[in-house]
């Protein structure tokens, strides 16, 4: 069996309750992991005038991946996000968002399974913003065609490695015909290299009714930065919620694996929230690492758990605390 060293980033609000039991069901999967706890956050800024220490920044960069609890970022003033801050600094430039239909949570589709792919250092979250004028803000949207290229080369590849059928550009390349413009035909570049997998481009508005009105005939989408942060939460409220949502952060060097939602802090200590989207996230970082045994045993304990609805968290219905519903999950896979 293989040993790995992984960073543990449990952030702050939930984020170090929902951590440490998913390290509870990781740990009881069977995989072999030594984790090495560090700091990220706004209790990081109190303490060593950083979000992200140097010392949390080297065990990464050691390391090459992560699992990482949600953090807070300040609305309107304040420091720039933790979470962009990583992703440029060891240059994530792919986030993946699974979303697939939980049947227990009882949704009005009866398939959803969509992959998104989500450029993820350019756009307007490359955060080049100014001031024109007292009453002027202006945001600079950045669009490169390496950038653009990359991403769409790992959507395709992930796409072909597992099977699915189709993929979707998301743009408006009808308004912002160069960025936009730019992005689309970047995709179409690379789709001349992908003749098993259907490419198709989508405009962004027509995208968002269509995700609504008929989820189960998308498979695949890959979007610039804004608006997959934005559809890929449309994504994990048609399936149940982002306490659901895991995700990947993606580069060349290292990856980081975090849940789409925010660090609930109204919620710390009281060992309520789910720790599904930590946990899921969990489960693609081990299979990631080739530990698809060890992955496939927590899903079936997850789905056995979920099938079950004995010890549900309030989100899926349930009165079950994080413990619970995480020591649910480790009895569950005692028997799959």
Known sequence: MKKHVITMLPGEGTGPEICEAVRRVIDH?????????????????????????????????????????????PVGTGHKSANVTLRKMFDLYANVRPAKLIPVLKRPWDKIDILSFRENTEDSYA???????????????????????????????????????????VHKANIMKMTDGLFLEAFREVAKNYPDIVAEDIIVDNCSMQL?????????????????????????????????????????????????????PKYAGMKKVNPSAVLLSGVMMLKWLNEHEAATRIEKGVDKVLAEAKHLTYDAG???????????????????
């Open 29 to 73: 999967s069977g995989v072999d992991i030594t984790w090495e706890y560090e700091e990220i956050g706004l209790d990081c800024l109190k303490e060593h005038g950083t979000l992200l220490p140097e010392k949390t920044i080297k065990s990464i960069a050691k390391n090459k991946i992560a699992i990482k609890g949600p953090t807070t970022t």
């Open 127 to 169: 955060a080049i913003e100014h001031m024109v004028s007292d009453e002027v803000a202006q945001c600079l949207k950045v669009i490169t065609w390496p950038g653009s290229i990359r991403i769409a080369e790992f959507a395709f590849k992930w796409a072909r490695a597992n099977n699915r059928k189709k993929m979707q550009c």
């Open 212 to 264: 609504v009105r008929n989820p189960g005939q998308f498979d695949c989408l890959v979007l610039p930065n804004l608006y997959g942060d934005i559809l890929s939460d449309l994504c994990a409220g048609l399936v149940g919620g982002l306490g659901f949502a895991p995700g990947a952060n993606i580069g060349d060097n290292c990856s980081i694996f975090e849940a789409v939602h925010g660090s609930a």
């Open 318 to 336: 349930g009165t079950a605390s994080t413990d619970e519903y995480a020591d649910a999950i480790i009895k569950a896979m005692e028997t799959v």
